[in-house]
């Protein structure tokens, strides 16, 4: 999956946006993904600042990993399982 496809499953399934961000820091503390100083990563955007970063070869690499943080997160905090 892609930065592109990934926004719109997050859409087409009604993910609020507040709870991550794509290719930006979040005005909160929220788990993010994109392409970050040469290489696909998953990180944790807080206090203005890219924490817990983690390189993936590929785009789909990273983005499947951050979709599986959502998926724990969104079953953990609010019972919603995502396809």
Do not use: N
């Not at 599986?68 to 905090?77: G, I, M, S, T, V």
């Amino acid at each position: 999956m892609t930065i592109d496809e990934l926004k719109t499953y997050l859409q087409q399934h009604q993910v609020p946006e507040h709870l991550y961000v794509i290719q930006e820091l979040g005005a909160g503390e929220v788990d993010g993904v994109g392409f970050i100083d040469g290489a696909w990563t998953t990180y944790y955007s807080e206090r203005g600042a890219y924490r817990h970063r983690q390189a993936y070869a590929t785009e789909a690499a990273a983005v499947d990993a951050f979709l599986q943080q959502l998926r724990e997160l969104l079953q953990a905090e609010y019972g919603q399982v995502l396809p």
